[in-house]
């Protein structure tokens, strides 16, 4: 694997290989070093668990990591994102996790680093987050083994403006998942979804569901739309003990992080029994050296 820029671009059995070498890492620990490999983490965007992630999967690995800060670096100065890379390609460095908000960047720089460079993608705009979806579908896969095929998933939340949920809709056939229900505001639903029904009914939505993935309501947004406020969004969508009383009793809580407690899901759901929030988290560590692995042979 060159680059890792979008779940389209891997198979199944590509994504199950990243799975199986995640737990593997996971269950017996990593124990090969690559110091001579060199990695570069460019953040343009907030973040704590993919960027921490991804920095200790590196050190976990024994490569050598370099924390890029956009704000103190010479892009302040007009040097452009590409030549950054490039300057960054000539010092050594091989490696580049790269977030942005801007859509489409990853692969317009992507298409002009040299063969040996590879990029990942840790967040593109509202587009994908490929890195996240791989995690998730490790934590599903886990959780229901050979029975998730026939498991119904339910994203609640801002699918429209969710890299998250975009990711998600790419993986979740590839790992076999048919039934999936998208439940947002009309605002905030897809025009055409590929794959998935809508709904504005958190009830309907949630009916037999087996997976629960809720967004993190993205308060800016709100802000924004004159015609939506928390107070409404919570009302019809939060996952409360109340609304959860709609879906399996087995069911599963999921949440990329970071969570807006008790606003789209009630701490009592966090922190309760079903939730795999934190498990979500510890994965993702474990997947981002997996895919770290999968670059360095
Ligand atoms: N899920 C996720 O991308 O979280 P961070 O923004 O903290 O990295």
Do not use: C
Not at 228 to 241: P, Q
């Amino acid at each position: 694997m060159q680059h890792l820029l979008s779940i389209n671009d891997l198979t199944s059995e590509n994504i199950y290989q990243l799975i199986q070498r995640a737990n593997e890492f996971r269950h017996k620990g990593i124990h090969t070093s690559f110091p001579d490999a060199a990695v570069a983490l460019l953040f343009h965007e907030n973040s704590t668990r993919t960027r921490v992630s991804f920095e200790l999967a590196s050190k976990k690995l024994g490569m050598t990591v370099i924390r890029f800060d956009g704000e103190t670096s010479s892009l302040t100065k007009g040097e452009t994102l590409f030549d950054t890379f490039m300057n960054l390609y000539a010092m050594g460095l091989r490696y580049f996790v790269l977030r942005h908000q801007e859509n489409g960047i990853h692969k317009a720089i992507a298409t002009r680093l040299p063969a040996d460079a590879h990029l990942i993608n840790a967040g593109e705009g509202v587009v994908s987050h490929p890195s996240q979806a791989l995690l998730d579908a490790m934590t599903m896969v886990n959780h229901y083994k050979d029975d998730l095929p026939s498991k119904k998933v339910v994203i609640v939340g801002n699918i429209r403006h969710s890299r998250v949920a975009k990711s998600l809709l790419e993986i979740l056939p590839k790992i076999g998942v048919s039934k999936v229900s998208l439940v947002a505001p009309k605002i905030w639903q897809l025009e055409s979804p590929a794959f998935g029904d809508q709904t504005e009914s958190l009830r309907e939505g949630l009916a037999d569901a087996d997976i629960i993935i809720t967004l993190r309501i993205q308060k800016e947004r709100l802000e924004k739309d004159a015609l939506f406020s928390l107070e409404a969004y919570r009302k019809d969508f939060a996952i409360t003990e109340e609304s959860l009383r709609f879906a399996k009793p087995t069911a599963i809580i999921m949440h990329p992080g970071p969570v807006n407690r008790d606003i789209e899901l009630d701490s009592s759901v966090l922190d309760g029994s079903q939730s795999l929030v934190l498990k979500q988290v510890e994965n993702g560590v474990w997947m981002r050296a997996a895919i770290f692995h999968e670059m360095l042979f």
